[in-house]
């Protein structure tokens, strides 16, 4: 009878694909597993043999783990902010919500994974879903917190929805934000009269710092699907704009798909108009650049 031995197997590693922040990119990460059997010399010979040919057939460049350091000490159970602890932030209140800027962690994680929700809402069939939302929502939190540590002379507002609380009741922040956008404030390159514009722009050019070149752009605005149509999305709309006004902005770009007819009739409404001359990128990508002049 042949030797027995116990060896550990290692089972042939699983691709799959989550996006990386950034529209257009996407990285592949690696899901395996491992157990431990017992066989004799001849099984083992077997196995081995089977396990180098899928091993050829599967194997990938490894891929570095993403940076989830800064949501370890996330508190998830923490409570909604009262508005004692918010005197002096500007909001905007509107029947059951309040629309301001984000002010705690678990404020920018939520907001991080209502956007993982959305991206992801119409494409729940995939396999591994959960594993791609979890990813998506780990880096843009990190994103967005970095977008609104602001450099170069350029910022960014993480405004959130939240539901008022109610008496002698506090719901945690996860079941609190129900809606969020960026608000971003840039400048335009040199020779630039609108973002992304390369018709006069030099190849190399500096950035224009003086006031008419800074711009305010509103991206990321997501609403989560049990609360639309209570128009929460018109009132962030009208929070963002006012709040770029207020920051000495002149301009409000945004963009939108090309197919999306209601969410061009709702910018519509709010005064945002099309830029009629814009560069190919728009085109290939099938988005409109709108501005608002506030």
């Known amino acids: 009878m042949p030797p027995m031995s116990t060896i550990s197997v290692h089972k042939p590693q699983l691709q799959s694909f989550f996006f990386n922040g950034d529209p257009g990119h996407y990285k592949c990460r690696s899901i395996g597993a491992s157990w431990t059997m017992t066989m004799d010399s001849k099984s083992f010979q077997t196995l081995n043999n089977k396990e180098e040919k899928l091993s050829v057939l599967l194997s990938t460049p490894s891929v570095p783990k993403v940076d989830t350091s800064r949501s370890s000490d996330l508190r998830f159970d923490r409570l909604q902010p009262s508005d004692q602890e918010l005197v002096g932030e500007n909001i905007l ?24 929700e959305t991206h992801w809402e119409n494409r729940t069939y995939e396999r591994y879903i959960d594993t791609y939302k979890r990813k998506f929502a780990e880096q843009e939190y990190n994103a967005v917190k970095r977008r609104c540590k602001g450099q170069n002379g350029q910022s960014c507002q993480c405004v959130i929805t939240v539901r008022k ?16 956008l960026d608000l ?10 609108f973002p992304g514009e390369r018709v006069k722009a030099p190849l190399f050019c500096s950035i224009n710092r003086t006031p008419p070149g ?17 128009g929460i999305a018109s009132n962030m709309l009208r929070f963002a704009v006012q709040s770029a006004k207020s920051n000495g902005v002149e301009q409000v770009y ?9 969410a061009q009739m709702l910018y519509q409404r709010m005064g945002f108009e099309m830029v009629e001359m814009a560069n190919s990128e728009l085109s290939d990508e099938q988005t409109y650049l709108l501005r608002l002049q506030t």
């Open 93 to 116: 209140e509107f029947g059951q919500f309040v629309v301001r800027e984000a002010v705690l962690d678990e404020e920018y994680w939520t907001s991080a994974w209502l956007r993982a």
């Open 165 to 180: 609380p109610q008496k002698n009741l506090k719901r945690p922040i996860l079941k609190s934000v129900v809606a969020t």
């Open 184 to 193: 971003n404030f840039r400048y335009l390159l040199e020779g630039e009269t």
């Open 214 to 230: 800074r711009y305010g752009y509103i991206a990321n605005l997501c609403v989560a699907k049990s609360v639309r149509r209570q």
């Open 254 to 262: 945004m963009h939108v798909d090309r197919n999306n007819r209601p």
